[in-house]
């Protein structure tokens, strides 16, 4: 398809160039000295084989992709630099465009420039195919870069837990996933709640355990250590022009842990949860987990 494209604007190109010959040939002659410069200008960019390199980013819907998720990783200085060198891509690519358009056919002559068509091609190309992906790639970073701006200032909740949730849905989760700790507000008893598991345990139904108050200062611990309190508010993937949104992989989740004085609120959808989430939830399960095997052997032992 891009290769059908080039061809059909390098075609539509050279059916245009007479005309615009006629019409470059009519214009008010610029300063000698700096059309030289201009048309010296025009054959080093075009010429230049790494002009386009700084489009990388842009070029596939998969390098676009790609360059968004490593988002979440990448130095604000970084994005700068890129975001920079792209927009000037586009102005060089939108001022050899112009440029071509004024040459005249002496000029054409005079300095060989016979890839014109396959330049200006090309350039037009590269404006034509990759705009969209660049609003969609500059919407989705600098959405994450605000979000960790205000995560990075992000204070860890005094006082004591009050509520927890985490939670994982979607296709790759067959299984429910949820922990949910309510804190009696009267005697400040936590109950653990894990997820209805008539799947395989019709007989237990949902799984709750008293815990001990201990509980919930290991889990503020593992909290304030993993510094989940300064993860991004919500985790996604990118929607990228051409990328097609995919089925199943990680799944949609949940954290969120109130105290006393705030609360901790970060979710993801289809994006694998931090390690400090899971860290946890496996701590949590491993409650559910002896209280499941408890009621299973006083089934079985009346």
Same mark, same amino acid.
């Given at each position: 398809?891009?290769?059908?494209?080039?061809?059909?604007?390098?075609?539509?190109?050279?059916?245009?160039?007479?005309?615009?010959?006629?019409?470059?040939?009519?214009?008010? =002659?610029?300063? &000698? %000295?700096?059309?030289?410069?201009? +048309?010296?200008?025009? $054959?080093?960019? /075009?010429?230049?084989?790494?002009?386009?390199?700084?489009?990388?980013?842009?070029?596939?819907?998969?390098?676009?992709?790609?360059?968004?998720?490593?988002?979440?990783?990448?130095?604000?200085?970084?994005?700068?630099?890129?975001?920079?060198?792209?927009?000037?891509?586009?102005?060089?690519?939108?001022?050899?465009?112009?440029?071509?358009?004024?040459?005249?056919? =002496?000029?054409? &002559? %005079?300095?060989?420039?016979?890839? +014109?068509?396959?330049? $200006?091609?090309? /350039?037009?190309?590269?404006?034509?195919?990759?705009?969209?992906?660049?609003?969609?790639?500059?919407?989705?970073?600098?959405?994450?870069?605000?979000?960790?701006?205000?995560?990075?200032?992000?204070?860890?909740?005094?006082?004591?837990?009050?509520?927890?949730?985490?939670?994982?849905?979607?296709?790759?989760?067959?299984?429910?996933?949820?922990?949910?700790?309510?804190?009696?507000?009267?005697?400040?008893?936590?109950?653990?709640?894990?997820?209805?598991?008539?799947?395989?345990?019709?007989?237990?139904?949902?799984?709750?355990?008293?815990?001990?108050?201990?509980?919930?200062?290991?889990?503020?611990?593992?909290?304030?250590?993993?510094?989940?309190?300064?993860?991004?508010?919500?985790?996604?993937?990118?929607?990228?022009?051409?990328?097609?949104?995919?089925?199943?992989?990680?799944?949609?989740?949940?954290?969120?842990?109130?105290?006393?004085?705030?609360?901790?609120?970060?979710?993801?959808?289809?994006?694998?949860?931090?390690?400090?989430?899971?860290?946890?939830?496996?701590?949590?399960?491993?409650?559910?987990?002896?209280?499941?095997?408890?009621?299973?052997?006083?089934?079985?032992?009346?």
């Amino acid at each position: 398809m891009e290769s059908f494209m080039n061809k059909a604007l390098a075609l539509g190109f050279a059916l245009l160039m007479p005309f615009g010959f006629t019409y470059a040939d009519k214009q008010p =002659k610029p300063n &000698k %000295k700096q059309r030289q410069q201009d +048309i010296q200008r025009f $054959i080093q960019l /075009a010429n230049n084989p790494d002009r386009s390199n700084a489009l990388a980013p842009v070029l596939t819907g998969n390098d676009c992709f790609d360059y968004c998720m490593e988002a979440y990783h990448r130095k604000d200085a970084q994005y700068a630099r890129d975001t920079i060198a792209i927009k000037e891509a586009y102005r060089q690519n939108e001022w050899l465009i112009d440029m071509s358009r004024s040459l005249t056919e =002496k000029e054409m &002559k %005079k300095y060989q420039l016979n890839n +014109i068509g396959e330049v $200006i091609a090309k /350039a037009e190309m590269e404006i034509y195919t990759t705009q969209e992906r660049y609003k969609a790639l500059t919407k989705f970073c600098n959405r994450i870069i605000t979000m960790r701006h205000k995560a990075e200032v992000q204070n860890m909740p005094t006082g004591k837990i009050k509520h927890f949730l985490y939670e994982e849905t979607g296709s790759s989760r067959p299984d429910p996933v949820l922990y949910e700790i309510k804190v009696d507000s009267v005697t400040g008893t936590p109950t653990l709640y894990g997820p209805q598991r008539g799947r395989f345990y019709d007989e237990l139904g949902q799984i709750t355990v008293a815990l001990q108050p201990e509980v919930l200062d290991t889990l503020r611990e593992k909290i304030e250590s993993e510094k989940i309190y300064q993860e991004l508010s919500a985790y996604s993937r990118p929607h990228i022009p051409d990328v097609p949104e995919i089925t199943g992989g990680p799944p949609s989740w949940r954290f969120s842990c109130e105290f006393e004085s705030g609360k901790i609120d970060t979710s993801g959808t289809q994006f694998s949860p931090p390690r400090g989430c899971t860290d946890i939830a496996y701590y949590l399960n491993e409650f559910l987990e002896q209280e499941t095997r408890r009621r299973i052997d006083q089934s079985n032992n009346p």
